[in-house]
């Protein structure tokens, strides 16, 4: 039987269709519905992120820990640098697109680690870790997809197509 806990992770991360989020909001990957390169591109603010970005950085994350949870090799993520890569500002729908597969490819193979990952680890200390359990890994994943998601569809809402 799979633990609690890893359940309730799979459905905060991808809810079964028709079922929504406790919070109300879409998932990450729900959040980019319908978002274009132009509106992926834009910033409030020069100092601030971009949905492209933020994006982005959701993946990254998603990447890294499964590569935990895998016991993966690091340093693979195809986008330069890894956390928050570089977004060219000349870019358009092409290089949204592939970057949106991206995204969904890295949260597609996190919910496969998840899945498959041994739940009676879920108390143990993660490799290389003197402070962190597998159980508070993915509970970190969950409430970082979450936040910067809520930044996401917060951007979605700031934008007004010129």
């Known amino acids: 039987m799979k633990d609690s806990r890893i359940e ?3 459905q905060t991360l ?5 079922k929504g989020l406790w919070y109300g909001g879409p998932t990450t990957i ?4 319908g ?18 970005e933020l994006a982005l950085h959701i993946a990254y994350w998603n990447y890294a820990v499964r590569n935990k949870l895998i016991e993966g090799e690091s340093g693979k993520f195809p986008r330069n640098p890894s956390n928050w890569p570089k977004i060219n500002f000349k870019a358009g729908e092409n290089e949204w697109n592939a970057d949106k597969k991206l995204i ?5 193979l996190l919910l496969e680690a998840i899945q498959n990952f041994n739940s ?5 200390r ?8 597998y159980a508070d890994l993915l509970m970190g994943i969950v409430t970082h997809n979450i936040y910067h998601t809520g930044q996401i569809i917060l951007l979605k809402r700031l934008y007004k197509p010129k």
């Open 8 to 10: 309730y992770i799979l």
């Open 14 to 18: 991808n809810p079964p269709p028709g």
């Open 30 to 33: 729900g959040s980019l519905k």
């Open 35 to 52: 978002v274009n390169y132009k509106q992926a591109l834009w910033k409030p603010d020069k100092k601030r992120h971009s949905i492209w």
């Open 104 to 108: 969904i490819t890295e949260h597609n």
């Open 120 to 124: 009676k680890k879920l108390d143990e």
């Open 126 to 133: 993660v490799p290389k870790s003197t402070k962190w359990t």
